[in-house]
């Protein structure tokens, strides 16, 4: 993908992405939600695609949330069955050859059938040394259940009090060498985080967009890439400060 008006010295490192809007797509065309959800899962594709081409690192996308196992039953068992099922043989397949690294965050618990952890397990180990973008598939995942788990990693080491710190805490969330998202995008025209990644995006920058994520393409991730460039990111510096740290 052509670069043109895009800054490649400036490229965020780590892209997180919302893919919210499946629903109301479906909708529109007078078709069930499911259907919404096929059509997002092609656009996780090309997604992926594009960020492997932009020479973004790693993109990690939130598939399914704690809280999304109280919908409608068909449309779970959808998701996991038809969806979840996609991803984890033809698409992992196409994402091996583009050279992508698979990975998965959330919670193993009972919810999470046992063969969709089998096939998570040997999709990671599949493409665990592919250089292109990293992947990271956000499911079963809750950010206050993933600080949750990392508060009881360290009290099952048995750290004291003085032992707790950021970096600590840092140690025992789901995938730790991660770095953080410079650049957080939720689709569909909502404003919110919805739990997601709650420690990790303290300092990533935010855009919204209005398409809902099953039209989502390359052209998106191209202009939520512009607007996080014209953005100044100052880490609680002040401007001036900011400036002079900046190496060059
Ligand atoms: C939000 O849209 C989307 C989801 C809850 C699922 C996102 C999943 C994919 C794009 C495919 C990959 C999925 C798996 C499980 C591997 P919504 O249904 O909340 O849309 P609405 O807000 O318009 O109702």
Not at 50 to 59: D, P, Q, T
Not at 174 to 191: H, K, Q
Request: charged letters at 35%; one cysteine or more.
């Amino acid at each position: 993908m052509d670069l043109d008006d895009l800054d490649p010295k400036r490229m965020p490192r780590h892209v997180a992405c919302v893919m919210d809007g499946n629903g109301r797509w479906a909708k529109k065309r007078g078709l069930p939600r499911t259907e919404g959800h096929r059509a997002g899962e092609e656009a996780l594709f090309e997604t992926a695609k594009a960020a492997v081409e932009l020479g973004i690192e790693w993109l990690t996308v939130y598939a399914f949330s704690t809280e999304n196992w109280r919908r409608p039953h068909d449309e779970v068992r959808f998701l996991i069955n038809v969806i979840a099922d996609d991803l984890l043989t033809r698409r992992r397949d196409q994402l091996h050859e583009l050279g992508v690294r698979i990975r998965f965050a959330g919670r193993r618990d009972w919810r999470v059938p046992k063969w969709v952890l089998r096939r998570m397990d040997e999709t990671a180990q599949l493409t665990r040394h592919n250089k292109a973008t990293t992947v990271t598939v956000a499911f079963n995942y809750g950010g206050r259940a993933e600080i949750v788990d990392a508060v009881r990693g360290l009290v099952a080491e048995g750290a004291r009090p003085d032992q707790v710190d950021e970096r600590a805490l840092r140690r025992h969330m789901y995938l730790p060498d991660m770095p953080d998202p410079d650049l957080f995008i939720r689709t569909s025209g909502e404003y919110r985080i919805s739990n997601f990644l709650l420690w990790e995006i303290a300092y990533s920058e935010l855009v919204f967009l209005d398409v809902l994520w099953p039209d989502f393409r390359g052209e998106h991730l191209r202009e939520a890439v512009r607007e996080y460039q014209r953005r100044e990111r100052r880490f609680g510096l002040t401007g001036e400060q900011h400036g002079e740290a900046l190496p060059g």
